[in-house]
């Protein structure tokens, strides 16, 4: 399968890192792969052409020249200029939500990009953070259940919608939803409208219609983030016929590496709002060019990954580990601890895919050489040891392992496998705690921080239990353990 | 209209701009020289194809030596034949050798996968065979009942259950049904799902095993719906889904907009999977077989 864009520009920028000095040759040399992997990654033609433009303009020259590691200079002027690009280098000013009430935000899209799932995001998005009262309307006659659907969406998390009147045109709908809305007080009306091709005149008819009728203060174009080169004839069709004010992606979680978001920013004109991240319907985000940039980069998701682990780490769980490694104790109920929260954060595959660096362990995931089981059969050996085992490992001998294995259904080379990973951790923990704890993590986040895999950021990587692990990464934010990969987890998937 | 009527409308304004692209910088017979070859591959990039099969017809375009020159139309249908050479082996019709025939639907969210169920059961009915829907949908809201909407307009019977109930469950006791009532064709439908999504792909690889405990040939076709929109994703796609539900067989949706399903011609070097079907439209018969010739032809603007 074709490289993921992270993987393709790591690629290029190791090979720039290795020379002393860069040219203008070797510039448009990394340019030609950059174009490549942006094509690769979906990106819409002209755009591509467009970025490569300035971005090269840029390289080659002063800027260069100036800076400590070519390497570096060019992966951060090709993320600076990936940036802009998403966010279009402004403010984005706020949704207009607080008009004269009711605000009208109309949704518009393709068939299947996901309107009516965004739509119902949106709504409980303005209803926790802005303490809007919505009102959802479904204007999709020509979908069978269309209508149903969001009323269904609306029942779960709570959202008025507005009665469904069979045999209404959408402009009759439309009207409808905002007189009940000014009516009944609500703040914002949210028009969900029917699929439609940019090709069918008489359906881009109707939109600019419903657009007229309703004079809405927001139009969001609705796109399937996994979208082709044809993202730049959706965006071009739809800004032809209503004034778009702004972009929702979706499936964003998907393994699409973002290209429609940067055609889509540079096409429309208008800032991506939202990001939809999930099939729940709190799974939607404000868009963070950085972060998506970063994520192209193959600088990984890492904020998100903090988020996450954020997210899901309880806060006691936190306390106590901390207290443990400050004593530079970590055992078996520990490692087991991690394990879960692993898996609660959707599985190795899923974090390695938003790790910088873990591309390959993804790969390797992917090929079935690193089983998902794995982390099942860990945490079963685990539950297999006696408390006193797992508070003491090294009281182990061969016949306790041979139960163990027994017991969990594996061999003594596994537990041995999970034992010698323990060992791995545990010294990982107690050199960390020698570099002065969470002070010294500060110091290394801070360092990670400037934004760039520089030579040593990026070497850490494919340093088997070095510094920058992915346990190192977890332990580096403050919170010990969440979501660390533990070192010599590599060696406990090869068969 | 016939398909191909419709298809080349969906397509002409992307096929003008591609046509164009392909002969824009030729006037009269001119040599194939390298600008003309760019503009080609920019041509073919902008269709979906993706830069490496892009790359590669380039190549071959630059091989045969058009020194000579080649008009406008000879350059047409250079790129369409060399697009159709690599589609013809995989234009492939769903074939009914089964009774009943499982057909398992599955796709990422919001390919089209309700809709060309119904077209399915559509033209399996009016091949005169007996058809049973499954709405395995159970995730989504109010899929069931879309799903049933279909089944009523097709006239055939539908296997539903509640929302938020057991996939496999539900497709067990729809071919169990489908068994007993002697039906020919039964098409399950799936609910939506990324393929990077394990936990949800596992859950499609339990309705397979669960279905294949009533017969172990079951399902006999898996087929997976593509969005013409779809970019160079659809190959992991292809990929993941293969690995996981054994994908039998493409189906193409939304043919009928400005995307021209380029990846079609990617997916078909890479994998080598049978193209069954394209989706041009939302009416029921909008659901035509695939011609390797003429949908190559409507991709770079030769008809």
């Not at chain 2, 045969?64 to 690599?86: L, N, P, T």
């Not at chain 2, 994908?247 to 070097?269: F, N, P, Q, Y």
């Not at chain 2, 069954?276 to 029921?284: D, K, L, P, R, T």
Request: without cysteine; proline residues 4%.
């Amino acid at each position: 399968m074709f490289d993921s864009l992270s993987e393709r520009l790591g690629g290029i920028f190791d090979r720039l890192r290795g020379r002393g000095a860069l040219t203008e040759i070797d510039v448009r040399a990394a340019m030609r792969e950059v174009r490549v992997a942006l094509l690769e990654a979906d990106v819409a033609l002209p755009v591509v052409k467009d970025f490569i433009e300035a971005t090269t303009a840029r390289a080659i020259g002063a800027e260069v020249i100036k800076s400590v590691t070519p390497g570096q200079m060019v992966v951060k002027i090709v993320n600076d200029s990936l940036i802009e690009l998403l966010s279009g280098g402004e403010d984005i000013p706020p949704l207009k939500v607080n008009v004269t009430p009711p605000a009208v935000i109309m949704m518009v899209g393709l068939q299947g990009s996901g309107k009516t799932t965004s739509t119902a995001k949106l709504a409980g998005w303005l209803g926790t953070r802005e303490r809007k009262k919505v009102l959802m309307a479904s204007l999709d006659v020509a979908r069978p259940a269309a209508q149903e659907q969001l009323r269904v969406l609306g029942e779960q998390a709570g959202i008025a919608t507005l009665p469904i009147i069979a045999g209404q045109t959408p402009v009759q709908i439309a009207e409808r939803a905002r007189q009940s809305a000014r009516l009944q007080g609500f703040d914002v009306v949210l028009l969900d409208t029917a699929g439609r091709l940019g090709v069918d005149e008489a359906l881009m008819a109707e939109m600019a219609a419903i657009a007229g009728a309703t004079n809405p203060d927001e139009i969001l174009l609705v796109v399937d983030s996994l979208t082709g080169q044809d993202a730049v004839n959706v965006a071009s069709a739809f800004k032809a016929r209503v004034p778009l004010t702004g972009v929702i992606l979706t499936r964003m979680d998907g393994d699409a590496r973002g290209g429609a978001a940067l055609s889509m920013r540079s096409v429309t004109g208008t800032p991506i709002r939202f990001a939809g991240t999930g099939e729940k319907l709190d799974a939607l985000e404000a868009f963070d060019a950085a972060r998506v940039a970063g994520r192209i980069l193959g600088m990984g998701d890492i904020v998100g990954l903090v988020e996450k682990a954020a997210a899901n780490f309880e806060a006691e769980q936190a306390e106590k580990m901390a207290e443990k490694l400050a004593r530079g104790q970590f055992d078996m109920d520990d490692l087991r601890q991690q394990l879960a929260q692993m898996k609660k954060m959707g599985g190795l595959s899923g974090l390695a895919a938003m790790m910088p660096g873990m591309g390959a362990a993804k790969k390797a995931m992917d090929s079935g050489a690193i089983n998902p089981k794995l982390l099942d059969r860990m945490e079963a050996i685990i539950l297999s040891m006696t408390m006193k085992e797992r508070t003491k490992p090294e009281i182990l001998t061969a016949k306790r392992k041979i139960r163990i294995a027994n017991g969990s259904g594996t061999t003594v080379q596994d537990v041995n496998k999970v034992l010698k990973m323990h060992q791995e951790m545990a010294n990982a923990m107690k050199r960390l705690k020698k570099m002065g704890g969470m002070k010294g993590m500060m110091k290394m986040l801070a360092g990670m921080g400037g934004g760039m895999p520089g030579p040593e950021g990026g070497g850490a990587a494919a340093d088997p239990g070095g510094a920058i692990d992915m346990g190192a990464l977890g332990r580096m934010f403050g919170r010990p353990g969440m979501g660390s990969l533990p070192p010599g987890f590599n060696k406990f998937g090869r068969k | 209209m016939s398909w191909f009527g419709r298809l080349s409308e969906g397509l002409s304004k992307s096929t003008k701009k591609l046509a164009n692209n392909i002969t824009g910088l030729a006037t009269g017979t001119l040599p194939l020289d390298e600008e003309r070859l760019d503009a080609i591959e920019e041509a073919l990039i902008a269709a979906d194809l993706g830069p490496r099969v892009a790359a590669r017809i380039r190549d071959r375009l630059a091989d045969q030596k058009y020194a000579k020159g080649i008009d406008d139309d000879g350059v047409r249908a250079v790129v369409a034949d060399e697009v159709a050479q690599v589609l013809a082996p995989v234009a492939r019709p769903l074939a009914i050798t089964h009774r009943p025939q499982v057909i398992l639907v599955v796709g990422v969210n919001g390919s089209g996968k309700t809709t060309t169920i119904a077209k399915l059961a559509n033209r399996f009915k009016a091949d005169g065979r007996s058809v049973m829907l499954a709405a395995g949908d159970t995730f989504r809201a109010a899929a069931i009942a879309q799903l049933r909407i279909w089944a009523d307009r097709v006239g055939v019977p539908i296997v539903a259950g509640d929302q938020g109930g057991d996939a496999a469950s539900l497709a067990f006791e729809a071919v169990k049904r489908a068994m007993d009532e002697g039906i020919d064709v039964l098409i399950i439908d799936t609910a939506g799902r990324l393929q990077n999504k394990t936990g949800l792909m596992d859950e499609l690889a339990k309705l397979k095993r669960v279905i294949a405990k009533l017969d172990p040939a079951a399902p006999h076709d898996v087929v997976l719906v593509l969005d013409a929109t779809t970019g160079q994703n659809a190959l992991s796609q292809i990929e993941v889904f293969g690995q996981v539900a054994g994908v039998t067989g493409l189906v193409m949706t939304k043919l009928d907009g400005s995307a021209r399903g380029g990846m079609l011609v990617a997916a078909a070097e890479t994998f080598g999977l049978p193209i069954h079907a394209i989706g041009v439209g939302e009416a029921m018969d909008d659901l035509q077989p695939f011609t390797a010739q003429e949908f190559a032809a409507a991709l770079v603007g030769a008809a």
